[in-house]
């Protein structure tokens, strides 16, 4: 049973288009991340928030943003898709970091 | 030099096989230490935590060497359940880093 939410679970979408893709998570978790991950390698980290109203960049630039207006929720949002942005993304929450993050599902993006 | 290296696999292995993944990592001021589990197409789920003296949970066993900057995971009597990748993780020194991650060693189990 998730406690973290990921939509949607795959997304094609155009060049140029909009996007938001969405994580909450229903622990209470005050950090959240967000990371990408490429078929066969590693994650990297892309944004994350330590709490409402709080947000960074991680160590692997990202074209993305991501806001924080309520505990639960954490978006990122590409302005403008593009075929590079092609990935899987993966929001995770932690508390306390000791234990480790608990992952969603990720969202598969293809941008064609 | 990547923050966490690892064994490069795949690992192809019989059932009932003892299996041992090795890491590295280069901040000898990191924290904390894991092993994830990712299947394939799905996120990292949290294995094990690694601790200072080692520690071990049914068949898996992990081990830290601050000294060496060296972290394993053992697996015993292998399943074939237990095919999928295995993520060396690290935190940094300061509080509330991020985790970061190894490539992962990928291991196939077979009957």
């Given amino acids: ?10 997304l094609v979408i155009g060049t140029g288009k909009k996007i938001t893709l969405e994580c909450s998570q229903t622990m209470g978790h005050d950090k959240m991340y967000w990371y990408q991950q490429d078929p066969g390698m590693e994650l990297h980290l892309i944004h994350y928030s330590y709490g409402v109203n709080s947000t960074e960049k ?9 806001s924080r207006i309520r505990t639960e929720h954490f978006p ?13 993304y993966l929001c995770a929450s932690s508390e306390p970091d ?14 064609v | ?15 009932g096989a003892t299996v041992a993944f090795n890491c590295t990592y280069s901040n000898s001021a990191s924290q904390s230490f894991f092993w994830y589990r990712q299947d394939c197409r799905k996120e990292p789920k949290l294995l094990m935590s690694v601790y ?16 060496s900057q060296y972290i394993s995971l053992l697996i015993r009597d292998s399943k074939l359940s237990d095919s999928a990748t295995y993520l060396c993780v690290v935190k940094g020194e300061q509080a509330g880093t991020a ?13």
Avoid: C, M, W
């Fill in chain 1, 58 to 66: 991680g160590d692997l630039s990202s074209e993305s943003t991501v």
């Fill in chain 1, 98 to 111: 000791l234990y480790g993050y608990t992952f969603g599902s990720g969202t598969r993006l293809t941008v």
């Fill in chain 2, 1 to 15: 030099r990547k923050e966490v290296e690892q064994d490069p696999g795949p690992f192809n292995v019989p059932e």
């Fill in chain 2, 52 to 67: 200072s003296s080692g520690n071990e949970d049914g068949r898996f066993t992990a081990q830290l060497n601050r000294a």
């Fill in chain 1, 1 to 10: 049973e998730a406690d973290i939410y990921q939509t949607p679970r795959y």
């Fill in chain 1, 76 to 88: 990122l949002t590409l302005e403008s898709a593009r075929p590079s942005h092609t990935s899987q």
């Fill in chain 2, 99 to 111: 985790l970061i991650f190894g490539k992962g060693t990928t291991l196939s189990v077979s009957s």
